[in-house]
């Protein structure tokens, strides 16, 4: 019962999170293929990307704190947040509406297939966690997705 009265806040909550334009920065390096899906998926949700191919994303991701562990194939930032790999715009809108405390980024580490951009035709998508990292680098699974 608890969840039909959260479910109607929920669905109200949903369109105004979605008319802000959020702004994303991404980096990427210039010989991956499945990063520009992911940039599309950005962008089909409303996001403001600045895409940015780069030689090399890692002093990038030194800069935004990304752990080691947590490495995917492109970084972003879309406000305050560090964003690793394939993270769907719907998490990432999640993460800054709730600002769950201390948390500076979310990731998808590795490239899970079904994740934005990582859509393999024919293939069940992967189960997958975004974890969630804070500025001393410790981590936790976020939100697990099925």
């Known amino acids: 019962m608890p969840t039909r009265r959260l479910l109607p806040l929920l669905l109200l909550a949903a369109p105004a999170a979605a008319a802000q334009t959020l702004r994303a920065e991404v980096w990427r390096d210039p010989n991956c293929g499945c990063c520009g899906g992911w940039v599309d998926h950005l962008r089909a949700e409303g996001f403001a990307v600045t895409d940015r191919v780069v030689p090399s994303v890692a002093p990038i991701r030194r800069m935004l704190g990304t752990p080691v562990d947590l490495l995917s194939c492109h970084a972003a930032r879309v406000n305050d947040l560090a964003v690793e790999g394939h993270v769907p715009a719907f998490a990432i809108r999640r993460a800054l509406a709730q600002r769950p405390p201390g948390v500076v980024g979310i990731a998808v580490p590795a490239m899970p297939v079904g994740t934005p951009g990582m859509e393999v035709p ?25």
Do not use: F, L
């Not at 974890?131 to 099925?146: D, E, F, L, P, Q």
């Open 122 to 146: 024919g293939r069940e998508p992967d189960t997958y966690d975004v974890i969630a990292w804070k500025a001393n680098g410790t981590h936790a699974s976020w939100m697990r997705m099925r």
